[in-house]
């Protein structure tokens, strides 16, 4: 099983910075792509940012020049800095990731995961 934990998520006043992770665990071969999305209440999850194995970066329009998302290979870790937080940023974000892993058999699978998501919250 891979499982992917996000952690990083709070209450912060506008303005204000924090620092999500998400950690994919389990047999691990490699990861094509990571990213996060953002669900708020009514509205659709929609994407926040992804990061290539290559660090080819996209973000959406809303975040462009206050998010900054990076990975790192060696912990199977994938972080989202976020900058200059409005209160339309409050959302419970999710990680996402391809991941290839080793089953118990040693076979090499490949498939589509997603965190249980954390919530961030920008009020004064």
């Known amino acids: 099983q891979v499982q992917l934990v996000e952690s990083g998520g709070g209450l912060v006043q506008p303005g204000g910075s924090l620092r999500l992770s998400c950690a994919a665990s ?10 996060w999305y953002r669900q708020a209440p009514g509205k659709e999850r929609e994407l926040v940012a992804t990061i290539t194995s290559g660090l080819s970066t996209n973000y959406a329009d809303s975040v462009k020049g206050r998010f900054t998302i990076s990975r790192d290979n060696a912990k199977n870790t994938v972080y989202l800095q976020m900058n200059s937080l ?16 080793l089953s ?17 919250t920008v009020s004064s």
Do not use: H, L
Not at 26 to 35: H, T
Not at 104 to 120: A, E
């Open 104 to 120: 118990y058999s040693y076979i090499r699978r490949t498939g589509d995961y997603w965190g249980q998501g954390t919530q961030v």
């Open 26 to 35: 389990g047999s691990i071969f490699s990861i094509s792509f990571m990213g």
């Open 86 to 101: 409005k209160p339309e940023d409050t959302a419970v974000y999710y990680c996402n990731a391809d991941v290839t892993y």
